[in-house]
């Protein structure tokens, strides 16, 4: 019998063909946005100048193009933190670094509408899979600059939409949210619920990356308006809001340079480190 040997997965898999998204080093730009359903990248890849698919493989579609001469993918999460946790390991391993979620989200206060934008300054985590990256009292908090350039890239030339600012909820059970639960996140002022960005966040703030989400209101869960049995159409002019919005505040993001200016503020992390929780 040999010796036993551990495998750090992270280590095995950096700078080579990942396993599950199915996409190689020099197949994706450093901006990558995510939207959950893989259909929907077919949506942002047609707002990309020469876009091309890369892989469909289970629930993660890449494609990659260029917007206003910027090199930007778009890769499904699917649904989950589990899944969207994969899709940003495996991007990050090989050269993405800017991550902005891009998808549904269902309001909890009163006054938010189907199609209207929320755009997330970080994520109550109510997963499981953060709590593997992070202490449980960690907060998921999305990049600053980021962030500031998706509120300006709404607020430039919007659409027939009104924008929200807030803090989101990420949760693992879609029907387990009983009317105690949402009650609970309405009393905390939490402006809306989803199932991803506080896994996205947190590893994105583990990994010396970026993170930021802007999501289109798909019902609200205050005042009882959803939309479960038919075309959700405006939800549907909601995604191609967030998805503009998501694209300029990328264009916004370089020409400001905010990389650099944030650069300015923060110190030399040691991202070779990493927090194990307690088993």
């Known amino acids: 019998m040999g010796e036993s040997k551990e495998i750090n997965k992270a280590n095995e898999t950096v700078g080579k063909p990942q396993y599950h998204i199915k996409v190689s080093p020099g197949e994706v730009g450093k901006y990558v946005l995510l939207p959950g359903d893989p259909d929907r990248v ?3 890849a047609k707002y990309l100048e020469h ?11 890449t494609w990659t193009g260029k917007y206003k001469g910027i090199t930007v993918s778009a890769t499904s999460t699917g649904m989950g933190c589990p899944s969207a946790a994969i899709a940003v390991e ?8 800017h991550f902005i979620r891009v998808g549904s989200t269902a309001a909890l206060q009163m006054g938010m509408k189907i199609g209207d ?11 499981g899979t953060s709590s593997y990256y992070a ?6 908090i999305t990049d600053f600059y980021l962030t500031r350039a998706l509120i300006d890239a709404a607020t430039t030339d919007r659409g027939d939409y009104d924008l929200f600012v807030g803090l989101s909820a990420s949760s693992d059970a879609f029907y387990a949210e009983t009317p105690e639960f949402q009650r609970m996140l309405m009393e905390h002022k939490v402006l809306n619920i989803e199932m991803e960005s506080s ?13 930021g989400m802007v999501c289109a209101v798909s019902g609200n ?7 479960y049995d038919r075309v959700n159409t405006g939800l549907v002019q909601g995604w ?17 340079d905010f990389q650099n200016i944030s650069g300015q503020y923060q110190p030399v992390y040691d991202y070779n480190s990493r927090y194990y929780p307690k088993y």
């Not at 934008?117 to 994520?123: D, H, N, P, Q, V």
């Open 240 to 256: 191609e809001d967030a998805i503009q919005i998501a694209l300029e505040a990328i264009y916004i993001y370089e020409q400001r």
């Open 42 to 44: 077919l949506r942002i």
């Open 90 to 97: 495996e991007l990050a391993n090989i050269g993405a670094t």
């Open 51 to 61: 876009a091309k698919e890369i892989a469909f493989h289970r629930e993660h579609r």
């Open 199 to 211: 896994a996205i966040n947190t590893i994105a703030h583990m990994r010396g990356l970026k993170a």
């Open 135 to 140: 202490h449980p009292g960690f907060p998921a």
């Open 117 to 127: 934008i929320a755009i997330s300054t970080g994520a109550m985590r109510l997963d």
């Open 221 to 227: 869960l205050a005042t009882g308006e959803v939309i």
